[in-house]
T-cell receptor
Framework: GESVGLHLPTLSVQEGDNSIINCAYS??????FIWYKQESGKGPQFIID?????DKRQGQRVTVLLNKTVKHLSLQIAATQPGDSAVYFC?????????????FGKGTSLLVTP | EADIYQTPRYLVIGTGKKITLECSQT?????MYWYQQDPGMELHLIHY???????EKGDLSSESTVSRIRTEHFPLTLESARPSHTSQYLC?????????FGPGTRLTVL
């Protein structure tokens, strides 16, 4: 089937620096993308989403960039804090309005060092 | 914080036992999902539901079954647990777009 994958399995950043987590997808019909944060022992937590008619969306300290030409998605976290340490998953869906089940990537572990 | 609940949070059980993992949401979402996740790995969809009396199998083959008699409730049942069922089971719900996840049930089958 179609795949969603992440470029790096682990990322270590210093507190206060900006973090960038990348994701590649292969389904050209994907029109809805989400980033989730998962802390140890917890379920994934919704961070930010973006639809395919946009190429950038900003939230609080986070920005998602979508490049449909190369099927690439990234999550930028500004001024990374220790509480940002977690595993981050990108997920995609072929239908943004019907809530179709999501296809998840493998996850990137973000470690924030003091 | 999403209003979706899972019980039990942790379960250790012997081979051959029948178990039911509970999932409830108070958001009135039509769509609900069950995912299986091994430690450090991606989530795999095992069941989903579009609404009451609707259940569908996901991408990952599973020996579990689900039911959706009420909008807010989506239990998952294993008729005969095996060690290969040891994993984390995550329930989610959505109205449109993003899914909201429960805390998960970590199942260990001895």
């Amino acid at each position: 089937g179609e795949s969603v994958g992440l470029h790096l399995p682990t990322l270590s950043v210093q507190e206060g620096d900006n973090s960038i987590i990348n994701c590649a997808y292969s389904n050209s019909a994907s029109d809805y993308f989400i980033w989730y944060k998962q802390e140890s022992g917890k379920g994934p937590q919704f961070i930010i989403d973006i639809r395919s008619n946009m190429d950038k969306r900003q939230g609080q300290r986070v920005t998602v960039l979508l490049n449909k030409t190369v099927k690439h998605l990234s999550l930028q976290i500004a001024a990374t804090q220790p509480g940002d340490s977690a595993v981050y998953f990108c997920a995609e869906s072929g239908n943004s309005n019907s809530g179709y089940a999501l296809n998840f990537g493998k996850g990137t572990s973000l470690l924030v060092t003091p | 914080e999403a209003d979706i609940y899972q019980t039990p949070r942790y379960l250790v059980i012997g081979t051959g036992k029948k178990i039911t993992l509970e999932c409830s949401q108070t958001m009135g979402h039509d769509k609900m999902y069950w995912y299986q996740q091994d430690p450090g790995m991606e989530l795999h969809l095992i069941h989903y539901s579009y609404g009451v009396n609707s259940t569908e199998k996901g991408d990952l083959s599973s020996e579990s079954t689900v039911s959706r008699i009420r909008t807010e409730h989506f239990p998952l049942t294993l008729e005969s647990a095996r060690p290969s069922h040891t994993s984390q089971y995550l329930c989610a719900s959505s109205l449109a777009g993003g899914q909201f996840f429960g805390p998960g049930t970590r199942l260990t089958v001895l």
